[in-house]
Every structure is written in C-alpha cells, then in structure tokens.
T-cell receptor, first 114, second 115 residues
C-alpha cells in the first residue's frame, strides 16, 4: 500500500529556533494536511492545502506557521520561532479528493522544543 | 460547532473478551462522515472505517464491528474476542461533507488488552 513519508521521525530544537518538518505525500494525491497531537491529547487539525494554497486552517495555525509544496512532491510545515508549547507529534496526511474514503497519515514527527 | 466525545478515557479487558468503545458526536449538519482510527504504541494513525451520514447500516469487518445510530448521534466500535495486538488508542472522528476538509477527532480511548 502507498505511504505518506515524514522526516525526521524525531526533531529536537531550542526555543526560538525555526524548524521545518518534511512530508512526502502519496504521489497522485491532491489534498494535503497537517495535524498535531500534544502528548496524551487528541489529534488536532492545523491546516489543509490544495492547488498550491491553504484551503483551511485552524486557530492553532498562526503567523508562526507556514506550509509549502516547493517541488511537487514534498509538503513542508515550517515553524518560524518555536515555543515550548509547540512540542507535539506532527502528522502529515494526504488524500486524492475530499470525498475520498481514506485519509492517509504519515507516521509522524515528534518535535521536542527545549 | 462540531464535537466528538469519547467518554471512556481508558479501558482494560482480558484477552478474548469483547469490548465496546463509545463515540458520541455533535453537529447541526445533516451530511457528514464518521471515522475510527487506531493509534498503536508506535504512534501512527491507522484508518479503520468511514461511514457517511446517509448510511446507518452497521458494519462488520472480521472481529471489528461498528454501530451507527443517528437517533442517538453515536458511532460505537466493538472488538470481539479481543487480542493483545488490539491494545492501542482509538480515535473517533467527524468530518462535514462538502464543506470542511478538516477532521475533528475525539480525545481517544486507550484500550489495554491484558493477556
């Protein structure tokens, strides 16, 4: 079965530093997402991306966050100046249409902000 | 606003017992999807099922079955003859049809299957 790939699996950074989380969605998919899960809590929507632009974003996704699809295969999430509360597992997901039965999730990047 | 409630934070059962995970959702929309995802200890999210709001038929897949009742806004998940490998966190989730592309997750139920 095709997979969404996320790198790195773990990222440790100092507060205030910029981080880029990388994702390679499934190749024929058109819709891309970032979700995050703070340890022990529920999975929360951050942003959706379609046709090279953000289609929806949550309150969490403030000016410190940005997404990009730089080369037609990668989908990145950038946090400009990390805060302690950004520590979480970040999941990338993709689907080929909105009505698609299955949203494919990557295995996540665990971000630890010190 | 949409909301998904999984009242059971943690459940422990002995292997081979049946277990039901509850899910109650809230939405004013009449068209929506409901999902269950499994998150094993390794952390990834594994899709289990999607139901749409038009289809209240219950579904069975092996040892898994789902009971969707619109009248009570519930979408419960039963594992029959549980196995240790079923130990995981299970998330119920909701997405509105044709309006939102975000999925709203419940807080999850941590299921321990004891040998």
């Amino acid at each position: 079965e095709p997979e969404v790939t996320q790198t790195p699996s773990h990222q440790v950074t100092q507060m205030g530093q910029e981080v880029i989380l990388r994702c390679v969605p499934i190749s024929n998919h058109l819709y891309f997402y970032w979700y995050r899960q703070i340890l022990g809590q529920k999975v929360e929507f951050l942003v959706s991306f379609y046709n090279n632009e953000i289609s929806e974003k949550s309150e969490i996704f403030d000016d410190q966050f940005s997404v990009e699809r730089p080369d037609g295969s990668n989908f990145t999430l950038k946090i400009r100046s990390t805060k302690l509360e950004d520590s979480a597992m970040y999941f990338c997901a993709s689907s080929w249409d909105l009505a698609n039965e299955k949203l494919f999730f990557g295995s996540g990047t665990q971000l630890s902000v010190l | 606003a949409q909301k998904v409630t999984q009242a059971q934070t943690e459940i422990s059962v002995v292997e081979k017992e049946d277990v039901t995970l509850d899910c109650v959702y809230e939405t004013r929309d009449t068209t929506y999807y409901l999902f269950w995802y499994k998150q094993p200890p390794s952390g990834e999210l594994v899709f289990l099922i999607r139901r749409n709001s038009f289809d209240e038929q219950n579904e069975i897949s092996g040892r898994y079955s789902w009971n969707f009742q619109k009248s009570t806004s519930s979408f419960n998940f039963t594992i029959t003859a549980s196995q240790v490998v079923d130990s995981a966190v299970y998330f119920c989730a909701l997405r509105l049809m044709n309006r939102d592309d975000k999925i709203i997750f419940g807080k999850g139920t941590r299921l321990h299957i004891l040998p």
